[in-house]
C-alpha cells in the first residue's frame, strides 16, 4: 500500500533526519563529512532550498529544510542517494545505508525555527562529542564566521535566523552566541523531539513493509512458523522504526508475551 503523502508545513520549514540503517555509522572519517557537505551545497544550487541549520554526527544527520517548492522529498532522496552511491563505493559495501524513510517534523511559527536551529547545534554537546564551537561538522560556526567564509563554500542561509534576534547582524550574532548556549528547556525539547519518539508507522505501513522488504506474502503464515524462525522475523519487524510491540502482536495475530520475549 503506498505511503500517505507528508503534510505541507505553512512556515514551509522542516525538521529533517536521517539515520544510518540499524544506527550504523555512516562517518567515519574527515573525507566523509566533507563530501555530504559537497552534497549539501550541490542539492541547494539544484532545487533551490534553504538550510537554516544541519548536523552531521557518526550514525545520523539533523537538517533544517525551508522548501518553498514542495520538493522535500526529492530533496532528501537526492542527499541520500548520492552520499550512499559514495559511501558503498568507497566501503565496498552494498545494500541501503539510511533506513528506508527519512524522518520529517513540520516546523510552523518562527519561534520553534529559532529553537531548532539550537537544538541542532546542541547535538553534539549532548551526545559528550564535543563542544559546538569545536565541532567542525555543523553549521553553528557558519553563524559567526560568515564574513570570513568564500560565498563559495557557504551552506546554510543565517540572514533570516540573525533577524530573528536584532537587525543588525554583530548585534544579533553576539544574542544569538548567547541564545545557543542556553540549555532547551523541557517544554522545546519535547516538542522538538516529538517527531522522533512519535513518529509511527500505521498498521498499513508495517504490512507493506514486511511483505515487500522482509518478502513474506501472507503475513498470518508468521504464526505456523518454527519458533526460530517465527522469532527471527518477529526481531526483523521490532528493528522497524515507529512501530511498537502492542501493533507486532495485533498484526501478527501473535500474544504481546511472545512479542516482548524475542530479543
Known sequence: MPRQARKTSCSKVYHCMLRGVNKQ??????????????????TK?????????????????????????????????????????????????KGHLFENRFKSKNVENAYYIVNLVR???????????????????S?????FKVNNIDEKNRIVDTEEILF???PEKEKAQKEFLKFNKEMIRF????????????????????????????????????????????????????NIEGITQNQISRILGITINIIKKVN
Open 164 to 166: 530573528q534576534f536584532l
Open 187 to 238: 517544554k522545546e525539547s519535547t516538542e522538538l523531539l516529538q517527531y522522533e519518539i512519535k513518529n509511527k508507522l500505521t498498521d498499513e505501513e508495517v504490512i507493506y513493509f514486511i511483505k515487500e522488504q522482509i518478502g513474506i506474502d501472507n503475513i498470518q503464515d508468521i504464526q505456523k512458523y518454527n519458533k526460530k524462525y517465527r522469532n527471527s522475523i518477529i526481531k526483523k519487524i521490532k
Open 25 to 42: 555509522d555512516i562517518f567515519f572519517d574527515k573525507q566523509d563529512y566533507f563530501k555530504f557537505q559537497e552534497i549539501l551545497k550541490k
Open 45 to 93: 544550487t539544484k532545487y533551490f532550498y534553504q538550510l537554516y541549520s544541519y548536523v552531521l554526527m557518526p550514525n545520523h544527520i539533523h537538517l533544517e529544510i525551508k522548501d518553498e517548492n514542495q520538493n522535500l522529498s526529492t530533496i532528501i532522496h537526492n542527499i541520500a542517494t548520492s552520499y550512499a552511491i559514495y559511501f558503498n563505493k568507497k566501503y565496498e559495501r
Open 139 to 143: 553549521s553553528y560556526l557558519e553563524y
Open 119 to 137: 537544538y541542532i547545534h546542541q547535538n553534539p554537546v549532548k551526545a559528550g562529542i564535543s563542544e559546538m564551537e569545536n565541532y567542525k561538522w
